[in-house]
Structure formats: structure tokens, C-alpha cells
């Protein structure tokens, strides 16, 4: 299997995503939060978030660049850097977000996560040095096994929810 190859498959993007999640979701304590609220830009917690965002990404993208011929350990850095200095610029805004629209935290959380999201699929597009992940993954998506899948998820959280 190539680099291009290994780019191509999800693997990349979905350790990514797994990555932040377990930054966002399980390795980020309420003071943490509290303390990013409270200080803004001149939080040490955020600062700590940060960087737990960039090890986990760091960990992801130098096991990636292992396995392939091409991709380098500078490359992982300079990925995973990127990932953190991202993560720390979208939370800020978030963070601002959440002050000007207090009634909008649903909407905020959304935007906040759709950001990094986006930021993943540029750090996959940019491993790839091609397009030809937001092909496949767009075929991907499209099949009849994943369509079949999403209709079931929604039939069972829906108006499986109302008989339950």
C-alpha cells in the first residue's frame, strides 16, 4: 500500500476524529471548561487542552507516517501543530461565541465541532497531497450499505423512540 493509499482510507480521518473526541469528550475535565470561560484567551486550562489535542493528533499522525514509505515525522509535527494552533484559535472564537449568544449554545456547540471536523479533513487532504479522498469518501457515503445504515440509525433513534 502506498501513501496515497493509506491517505485515501478512512483510517486516517477516523483516528483523527477519534483522537478529538477522546480530547473533547473524555480527557477534558468541567474545570477545564470552567476556567476557559472564565479567563478566555489567558486560560492555562485551554492551554492544557490544547496540547492534549496536539499529542493525541501528534500520536495519530506519526503511527500514519510510520506505515507509510513517504510520509515523514516532520510532516506528523507540523500536522499535529497545526491541529493544536487550530483548535486553540477555534475554541477562542467559541468561547467569544458563547458570550455575544448566550441563548445559542446548541448552534455554537455545531459550528464548534463542524470547524474541527473541517480541520480534519484538511490535515487528510493535505496527507493525501490529492482530492481523491473527497471522491471515495463521497462514494463511500453514497453506497447502498451506508445509506441502508443511516436509514436504520434513523428509524431506530426516531420513530422507534415513540413506541419505546
Do not use: C, E, N
Not at 10 to 33: K, N, R, T, Y
Not at 43 to 69: D, K, Y
Not at 110 to 137: E, Y
Amino acid at each position: 500500500m502506498t501513501a496515497l493509499d493509506t491517505a485515501l482510507t478512512p483510517g486516517l480521518p477516523l483516528a483523527l476524529l477519534l483522537a478529538h473526541l477522546i480530547g473533547d469528550f473524555l480527557l477534558q475535565p468541567s474545570a477545564w471548561v470552567d476556567d476557559r470561560r472564565h479567563h478566555g484567551r489567558r486560560s492555562r486550562r485551554l492551554v492544557h487542552h490544547v496540547l492534549v489535542h496536539a499529542g493525541l493528533s501528534l500520536l495519530v499522525l506519526t503511527l500514519f507516517a510510520l506505515a507509510s514509505p513517504t510520509a515523514t515525522l516532520v510532516s506528523a509535527v507540523f500536522a499535529a501543530l497545526a491541529i493544536g494552533a487550530s483548535h486553540w484559535l477555534i475554541d477562542l472564537a467559541k468561547g467569544r461565541l458563547d458570550h455575544r449568544w448566550p441563548s445559542r449554545p446548541l448552534t455554537i456547540f455545531i459550528l464548534d465541532q463542524a470547524l474541527h471536523g473541517a480541520i480534519i479533513v484538511m490535515i487528510w487532504l493535505f496527507w493525501s497531497g490529492s482530492l481523491a479522498p473527497l471522491t471515495q469518501a463521497a462514494s463511500t457515503i453514497t453506497s447502498p450499505k451506508a445509506l441502508g445504515l443511516l436509514v436504520a440509525y434513523v428509524i431506530v433513534t426516531r420513530p422507534m423512540s415513540i413506541a419505546i
